[in-house]
């Protein structure tokens, strides 16, 4: 009865521990994806800006992480 209660004990604790990965892959995911966009934005606006337009800005929207990056640029 002890071996079941450990069986199941480091059963659930492994469950719970696949399920924290897979929570932190997905966030990771999700914030590679919005630095992706950010970084494509700045590089076409610095490309604009290395062609002459002193005019271009980054006009999508971005996570509250990168907002200095994009008002810095704007």
């Known amino acids: 009865a002890t071996f079941l209660d450990m069986d ?6 492994l469950e719970a521990l696949e399920a924290a990965r897979e929570a932190a892959d997905k966030e990771r995911r ?9 970084v494509a ?5 610095l490309r604009r800006v ?3 337009d002193l005019t271009a800005a980054i006009h999508i929207e ?5 907002q200095s990056i994009k008002d ?3």
């Open 8 to 13: 199941i004990a480091i059963s659930v604790y």
């Open 30 to 38: 999700v914030n590679e994806e919005a630095q992706n966009v950010l």
């Open 41 to 45: 934005a700045l590089a076409e606006s």
């Open 50 to 52: 290395a062609d002459g």
């Open 62 to 66: 971005v996570c509250p992480t990168f």
């Open 72 to 74: 810095d640029f704007n």
